[in-house]
């Protein structure tokens, strides 16, 4: 797996000793936002999380500000954070604007995508496999990730790739929890495809693989984790 720094900068798109104290403790959590390490209906602490990543409560306390701000947490009493309850209409949203916004990161990526970066996609690949052999959410996860924004940062794309991140941020967390309960055994990878597009230089058939793979996932979420519309 990436170290903590590869995989700060794949998010952020910087080097972490680039960052602020403060920058690298909101990049920290987001990364653990998008790789499932914050459960729905589970709460933290601001103190717990600043013991967890062995800093003072302020640099968190601000990052926390900012991923609130993004919908990506919710404030609640005592201090206490935890991931926003998810409904229909919400979920289905976020599915059409990853499904609008991804395909067109990828193809975007696609002119600048040589042998090299395809045989890194291939290795990633390869251990998004892993996970899916040994069942083990967490290393799919954080290699499902890790294989699309390779892919997407190809793009170099200053607009587009903040909103996926925060679709990413705001869709994870449940979809951790579907894969958890559910499995990773129907999982259909639809990374091969993107690959095969990717070596014909195919950029309609890299964007419908992608598009598939999305909707394999996000199918996954079952009507028990949605909550009613308030």
């Not at 680039?18 to 933290?44: A, C, N």
């Not at 990828?106 to 496999?129: G, N, Q």
């Not at 790739?161 to 559910?182: G, H, T």
């Not at 990374?191 to 909707?215: G, K, P, T």
Request: hydrophobic content about 45%.
């Amino acid at each position: 797996m990436p170290s903590l720094a590869e995989s700060i900068s794949l998010i952020s798109g910087d080097r972490p000793d680039h960052l602020t104290l403060q920058e690298q403790v909101y990049q920290r959590i987001r990364l653990d936002i998008m790789t499932g390490k914050f459960i729905p209906g589970k709460s933290v602490t601001i103190r717990g999380l600043a013991e967890t990543l062995g800093t003072s409560p302020m640099p968190v306390r601000e990052a926390l500000r900012r991923l609130v701000a993004e919908r990506a947490l919710q404030l609640l009493p005592n201090r206490r954070v935890s991931v926003p309850a998810m409904t229909i209409e919400k979920y289905s949203e976020l599915t059409a604007a990853r499904v609008a916004l991804e395909p067109l990161a990828a193809e975007r990526a696609l002119p600048h995508m040589d042998d090299a970066m395809v045989a890194k996609l291939t290795r990633l690949d390869a251990e998004v496999d892993e996970g899916i052999r040994l069942g083990d959410v967490e290393l799919y996860l954080s290699k499902n990730l890790e294989f699309h924004f390779t892919m997407y940062r190809c793009g170099e794309s200053q607009v587009i790739m903040p909103m996926i991140e925060s679709l990413w941020l705001q869709m994870v967390p449940f979809l951790y929890l579907a894969m958890k309960r559910k499995g990773l055994g129907a999982i259909v990878d639809q990374h091969q495809e993107a690959l095969s597009a990717i070596r014909n230089r195919d950029a309609a058939a890299l964007a419908q693989s992608i598009r598939l793979d999305i909707l394999d996932g996000v199918n996954r979420m079952p009507e028990s984790e949605f909550v009613e519309e308030s």
